[in-house]
């Protein structure tokens, strides 16, 4: 009886415990990497500096190490908002070191709000139909609709380089998944649609701020 009860409890330990690890790990990177953005503004060239100081750089981050993370739905939420609040406050750490004042308030406002929402989109991208599709809506649609506010409202002062780069892999993220997890008419119809729609959202919205 013992002996089958550890057998039972004991993967989901120990699954709980690589969690925790990767949690941890997640985090840390998260902080660092975000100060590693301020910094990168010195040293990147121009073509891609706005990938340090952009809304879908930090989402890109926040994509890639929650990917990593292998976070199921609802730790993926969760994990979403920290990576994005401590990319955020990293970046407010190494702008006061470099002398500047950065406040993170907005930002981390918007981390809070929509870290949740790109760490399940993220989390979906492994699934199949309806998840994937909405998954690779609201990506894809963040990395198109940054593309056409920077290459429209600030053309003037950044570099299109960067703007095109970002458009394009949320093209590929779009078209990769159609290819692969999201079969049918109607996930087919909401990723597209979805991707669309946030793309103007964020236009929308991002151009008001």
Do not use: C, H, K
Not at 8 to 36: K, M
């Amino acid at each position: 009886m013992t002996t089958a009860t550890y057998a039972e409890t004991s993967p989901t330990r120990a699954d709980a415990s690589r969690l925790l690890v990767r949690f941890g790990i997640v985090v840390v990177a998260s902080f660092l990497l975000g100060g590693l953005t301020s910094y990168a503004q010195g040293f990147l060239p121009d073509a891609l500096a706005s990938f340090a100081n952009s809304a879908s750089g930090w989402t890109v981050l926040t994509a890639l190490l929650v990917y990593w993370s292998r976070a199921r739905t609802a730790p993926a939420a969760v994990l979403g908002a920290l990576s994005f609040v401590l990319l955020v406050l990293g970046y407010m750490v190494a702008a006061d070191l470099r002398g500047y004042v950065y406040n993170p308030l907005l930002f981390a406002t918007v981390g809070l709000v929509v870290g949740p929402f790109v760490g399940v989109a993220v989390s979906w991208l492994r699934a199949t139909g309806v998840r994937a599709a909405l998954g690779t809506a609201l990506l894809a649609g963040i990395g198109v609709g940054e593309a056409g506010y920077g290459l429209t409202v600030i053309r003037e002062t950044t570099s299109p380089v960067y703007w095109s780069v970002i458009g394009v892999v949320g093209l590929v993220l779009l078209i990769g998944m159609l290819a692969r997890r999201v079969r049918g008419a109607l996930p087919a119809t909401l990723a597209v649609g979805g991707t669309v729609a946030v793309a103007v959202a964020f236009y929308v919205v991002y151009s008001s701020l």
